[in-house]
């Protein structure tokens, strides 16, 4: 059942890039990111859910450090951004405090968040996703789930990155309240990996520079890296994120991330 | 020596001149390393506190450079669907500003607001095409009664708004990085001009004023430095009526300066606002020795010597005296390097370099060149010198109401010193002409203006400023601050938490107030940050771990003395009501409120260094431990007149004001040295009673003096046409101080002399029959 789900998932985003291309005649370097593109979100489909356990080191200019722990889990769903709840273990003043996210590729996110201190969930209601997350270098947009549809692609030739050699693919996002111009993107030839990503801003100048180290592969199928590397250009900052813990396959179910299971959510 | 120099000068003249001018292109060279440090910063040394403080809190949060967009709409209402659409435009042309990191609009204020349960986090403008009236008067509404936006980007009566555009610059090419950022903001502003025509546009903030140092210079040194040539042609044409010599003063005053420039340029120095004043400066002060030269050579040659002999005989008398005087000019100058501030220790060493030169010049190449141009000498102008002569008469028959008249006028002026206050406000370093002052006077009086303080209120604790004590604290002082009359703007997280808590209960006013918990307050922020977009985050406002968080306050203009006082009255705040925070104060404002003064402190031990070297240097020179002490008095009147004056016309005292008594202090000693000893000579050498060696002192020098100081006054009243203020008042008050002290040389040094030197006093009787022959030749 599940299966076929997936055949017509796939077969319906091809389609639709089929379509697209059929419409905006893409060029051959067009096409091939955005194969790239198609082939690595493939690759990675039917983890079904998953869960991990983030920590996020934020550095400033001068090293002093500063420590984020976080809790995600995640259900995959076709046809449409992923669903995810994260919840927040420390600073400890905001222990407890769980985000729900239902993300879309074009239209804004849904979102909700209970605060317990108020004891409350609350619905907000923003387009913003380019705002530095919790205070660090990345932006709910570099963490959100990657949807093909939110980008258009242009593949920039091969380079060998972190022993890798890569595609380097350039994305440019489709939604107008993107923090970004455009994303340099470089994936592994050998398994479809996001390597290295280089983020230019508004007045497309370098801005960020994240990178992947650490892949792990989980049930022989996706790979994760445990080390996420964020450096910022402009201001000197950096962040670190250490992911542990990964469970995939867990038996969450949709009923797990509705308004609901927000208060009961650890 | 002086002979030796001149025969070999005389004799190979092509040869002198040619080494020269190989010298000039060869240092001269230098000058293409020049370039303009454009950053108010260079004002500050590397060690001063103020700096080390503001750069220490710059590294915490985010810089706070910035370009100011002043957008006033010619019907005098923003809130127009038409005006806040154009806005709109603009924040997000600003974007596009190179090192842009941040931009502040009317339009892009990220509003919160309640809907049922739903909080809502979106830009206060965000379609314009069907905006009804109620719409507008909502968006005015919310723009005109939240802090962080009234009087910083909208105008309390809603007819002016500012898009500010905050700008990281990478300071790897500093250079280039302010014009990048400048040529773009006006590109901007030209386009929207052209696009919305029904608009006024001015541009403020730091990026702007750093642009006008450089641009301020740059048009000065295209004004002043040709018309300054033009007042010495015209004064050397006029008075010495001299092609040739006026030609050869022209060529040494440029290959002094080109030399100087041109080794600033190989020694690594840059140009700022002060120090790009140094061509000026060595342009006047290099005239006098010509004038000197010139003079003697003239008198020789009317007494019948041939042009070569003339030449010899005027650079034999006058070696010694141009050494000394461009010696003691130099020392002047130097005593700049004790000034705190980086350019004016510059600026003097560059002057001097400039006037050591000019005198190397003037012994060298300008007898050369005059021994190889032709020279004609026209008949004598001896009415000039019957004025003079009517002026010594006229000082010796009426020493004794002039000394007390002189007296009184100088303890009278010296009186009004204490009138004068010190004053560093940068926005006044420029002229009203200067777009600029234009733009931020503007804002100034219609927001709030460029007088700010930061504030980092630190717990020490990570998530410390999540606590309700530290909240309160924090808003206490922010309401203290807010009641005092001087404030215009006070930026404080505690009003965004506020606010939070208000939309979290459903947008109750009666919510409005700090949140009661730690974590409440810690869950809001966690909320708030996930719904900012790109750049108008809170991390100009709270440090990385929320240990610390900076309020901003943004006051009336004032002087920097009430500014300081107000810093120590928000440190006494502190200190009474909440000494467990560590608490630091840095801000532009606070730098130059504190320069002025450390300036002033440092400058005091240079200026009496330079005083000490230059009156013992006198005692050699005049051979007289007497005169030595005697001269200071007429070294240290002019500068005291001068200031007492300044406090009756302005009383205020800036970091350009602090090093005019060093600087001018070598100058007026010139005339002291000149006339004292022409006194000397005529009282030990030609055994002169007093009243003789008074009138033989005028006779002979009176007209050199008044000549050099008219060069002197013209130069430095042309320096002080500067649209740089700061230079501008350092060239009126040197101007002034200059020309106060001939006036003291002329009514006061001589009657003092002759209370003071009664030893001959017989010779009073012979003075009166008229038996003193004027004495005619030089010494």
């Known amino acids: 059942m599940l299966n076929k789900k997936l055949v017509l998932a796939t077969v319906s985003s091809l389609l639709l890039s089929v379509t697209s291309a059929s419409v905006y005649a893409l060029t051959a370097e067009e096409q091939k990111g955005l194969d790239i593109s198609v082939e690595s979100k493939k690759k990675d489909e039917g983890w079904k859910d998953s869960s991990a356990d983030m920590l996020m080191i934020l550095k400033n200019k001068q090293g002093q450090e500063s420590i984020r722990e976080i809790k995600i889990k995640s259900l995959e769903i076709k046809n449409d951004g992923d669903k995810s709840l994260t919840i927040f273990n420390k600073p400890r003043d905001v222990k407890g405090t769980a985000f729900l996210s239902f993300s879309h590729p074009i239209e804004a996110d849904e979102q909700w968040l209970f605060l317990p201190a108020l004891k409350r969930v609350k619905r907000i209601s923003s387009r913003n996703k380019s705002g530095p997350f919790m205070g660090s270098e990345f932006a709910f947009e570099d963490l959100s789930s990657f949807e093909v549809e939110k980008y258009t692609y242009k593949y920039l030739g091969d380079e060998t990155v972190n022993g890798e050699v890569s595609f380097k693919v350039e994305q440019y996002p489709v939604d107008e309240n993107s923090g970004y111009t455009r994303r340099v993107v470089w994936i592994d030839h050998s398994e479809y990996r996001v390597q290295k990503v280089e983020f230019y801003d508004r007045k497309d100048s370098l801005l960020k520079t994240l990178t992947f180290s650490d892949y792990k592969q989980y049930l022989d199928k996706h790979w994760r890296a445990d080390i996420q590397h964020m450096v910022n250009h402009q201001n000197g900052k950096s962040t670190e994120l250490k992911w542990s813990n990964y469970q995939f396959k867990t038996g969450l179910k949709d009923s797990d991330f509705n308004r609901n299971s927000l208060k009961r959510a650890r | 020596m002086r002979d030796k120099l001149y025969s070999f000068v005389g004799k190979y003249p092509i040869w002198v001149i040619l080494v020269c001018i190989t010298l000039m292109v060869f240092a001269g060279a230098g000058a293409q390393k020049l370039v303009f440090k454009n950053d108010y910063r260079v004002f500050f040394g590397e060690e001063n506190p103020q700096l080390t403080a503001f750069e220490s809190m710059q590294k915490i949060y985010n810089k706070t450079d910035n370009v100011a967009f002043i957008v006033i709409p010619k019907d005098g209402n923003v809130f127009t669907a038409k005006h806040l659409e154009s806005i709109k435009g603009l924040t997000k042309a600003s974007w596009q500003v190179p090192f842009s990191t941040r931009v502040d609009s009317i339009t892009n204020f990220q509003h919160t607001f309640a809907e049922y349960d739903d909080m809502i986090v979106e830009d206060l403008v965000m379609k314009t095409d069907n905006l009804s009236a109620t719409d507008l008067e909502k968006i005015k509404q919310v723009a005109l009664s939240e802090p962080l936006l009234l009087n910083k980007i909208i105008a309390k009566g809603g007819h002016v708004s500012v898009v500010n555009v905050t700008v990281q610059l990478p300071g790897i090419d500093p250079l280039t990085e302010t ?42 040194n295209a ?5 300054m040539f033009l007042v010495v042609i015209v004064t050397i044409g006029l008075l010495l009526r001299t092609i040739t010599g006026t030609v050869a003063t022209v060529l040494i005053i440029i290959m002094s300066i080109v030399t100087t420039m041109g080794l600033a340029g190989w020694l690594g120095f840059y140009l700022t606002g002060p120090s790009a004043s140094a061509p000026t400066m060595i342009l006047t002060l290099a005239v006098a020795d010509c004038i000197h030269i010139l003079t003697s050579m003239f008198y020789e040659m009317r007494q019948g010597a041939d042009k070569r002999t003339a030449i010899a005989r005027s650079i034999k008398i006058n070696f010694q005296p141009i050494f000394l005087t461009s010696i003691t000019t130099a020392i002047g100058f130097l005593s700049m390097n004790f000034s705190d501030s980086p350019p004016f220790r510059d600026l003097g060493n560059l002057v001097a370099i400039g006037v050591m030169l000019a005198f190397v010049f003037s012994v060298t190449i300008f007898p050369a060149l005059l021994t190889v141009l032709p020279v004609n000498v026209k008949a004598k102008q001896e009415n000039k010198k019957d004025s003079m002569a009517k002026l010594a008469d006229f000082v010796i028959d009426n020493r004794k109401l002039l000394l007390i008249f002189t007296s009184v006028f100088i303890l009278l002026s010296a009186s009004f010193i204490p009138k004068n206050e010190l004053n560093d406000d940068f926005v006044k370093y420029f002229d009203k002409s200067v777009p600029y002052r234009a733009a931020t006077d503007y804002m100034q009086d219609n927001l709030s203006g460029m007088m700010a303080v930061e504030i980092s209120v630190k717990t020490g604790k990570a998530s410390g400023i999540n606590s309700p004590s530290y909240l309160h604290a924090v808003s206490d002082f922010s309401d203290w601050l807010r009641d005092r009359p001087e404030t215009d703007h006070v930026n404080t997280i505690t009003d965004t938490l506020k606010r939070l808590n208000k939309n979290m209960h459903g947008d109750d006013p009666n919510w409005y107030k700090l949140p009661d918990s730690q974590e409440l307050s810690a869950q809001y922020l966690l909320l708030y940050e996930m719904s900012l977009p790109y750049g108008l985050d809170l991390n100009n406002q709270l440090n990385v771990d929320k240990s610390s968080s ?18 120590s009255e928000m440190r006494k705040w502190f200190k009474e009501n909440a000494p467990q925070y560590e608490v630091d104060f840095a801000s532009p404002s606070l730098m130059f409120a504190h320069i002025g003064k450390r300036n002033i402190t440092s400058m005091l031990v240079g200026t009496t260094l330079a005083l000490v070297l230059i009156s013992i240097l006198l005692g050699f020179a005049l051979k007289s431990v007497k005169f030595g002490f005697i001269s200071l008095l007429p070294n240290l009147i002019p500068a005291a007149i001068a200031f007492g004056l300044w406090g009756l016309y302005s009383g205020q005292v800036g970091l350009g004001l602090s090093v005019v008594i060093g600087m001018t202090l070598g100058i007026v000693v010139d005339d002291t040295v000149h006339f004292l000893s022409k006194y000397i000579h005529a009282k030990r050498d030609k055994n002169a009673s007093t009243y003789e060696a008074v009138h033989y002192a005028f006779d002979n020098v009176g007209r050199a003096l008044w000549i050099t100081t008219f060069v002197l006054v013209a130069g430095f009243s042309v320096l002080a046409q500067s649209t740089f203020r700061m230079n501008a008042e350092m060239g009126l008050l040197t101007a002034l101080t200059i ?41």
């Open chain 2, 739 to 779: 020309f106060v002290a001939l006036v003291v040389d002329f009514l006061f040094l001589p009657p003092l002399l002759m209370a003071l030197d009664k030893k001959k006093k017989k010779q009073r009787e012979s003075l009166k029959n008229g038996e003193v022959e004027p004495s005619t030749s030089v010494s």
């Open chain 2, 223 to 227: 004004t002043l430095i040709p018309l």
């Open chain 2, 550 to 567: 900076r309020i901003v306050a943004t006051f009336k203009n004032m002087t920097s003395n009430q500014l300081i006082n107000i810093e």
């Open chain 2, 179 to 220: 014009p990048q950022v400048a040529e773009s903001v006006r590109a901007i502003k030209a386009k929207y001009l052209a696009e919305n025509p029904d608009n006024q546009v001015m541009l403020s903030g730091m990026i702007m004023m750093n642009t006008s140092f450089t641009e301020s210079a740059l048009s000065d």
